[in-house]
């Protein structure tokens, strides 16, 4: 893949343990060459809308795909979800929610909103690696987002 530089993934995660698992997951399957971490909602969506201390950047270089906990701090990853779909800047990023929660009404909010995919975090360690080198490989090198006019 000749754009290596340009691969680029959001991972929302608050939880210190989780979102160490899922940066080893990305190394060991090559897919850690540009991750941005937001450890809550708020700086996900300064991130995401070039806002705060990104206003540098343009909302149109943003992630290629942003992996999303629902249960964060500020702001929650249901509303990050809800902002990112209803902004025609933003809509077409793929949004996988990466989440330990299996309550059906966070599926159905999430699937409403315009979630791509919604993936309950497994416990077991192998697991848990395994399904996020999974995401990596499918929204990164197979799956083949729309290209905007800008």
């Known amino acids: 893949m000749s754009e290596n530089n340009a691969v680029e993934i959001l991972l929302v995660e608050d939880t210190p343990e989780d979102l160490e698992l899922a940066l080893r997951a990305l190394r ?23 806002e705060g201390a990104y206003k540098g950047r343009k909302v149109e270089d943003g992630p290629k795909v942003i992996l999303l906990d629902l249960k964060l701090p500020k702001v929650d990853g249901m509303e990050v979800l809800r902002r990112v779909k209803n902004d025609p800047r933003t809509k077409t990023i793929p949004v996988v929610v990466l989440t330990s929660s299996k309550e059906q009404k966070d599926v159905v ?5 315009g979630v791509n995919s919604y993936i309950v975090k497994p416990v077991n360690f192998e697991r848990f690696v395994a399904a996020v080198q999974d995401l990596g490989m499918y ?4 799956n083949q987002p729309p290209k905007l006019d800008g």
């Not at 909010?109 to 909103?113: A, F």
């Not at 929204?139 to 197979?142: E, P, S």
Request: charged fraction near 20%.
């Open 139 to 142: 929204w990164l090198l197979l």
């Open 28 to 50: 060991k399957a090559n897919l850690a060459n540009h991750i941005q971490i937001a450890r809550d909602g708020a700086e996900a969506m300064e991130f995401i809308f070039a």
């Open 109 to 113: 909010e999430s699937y409403k909103l």
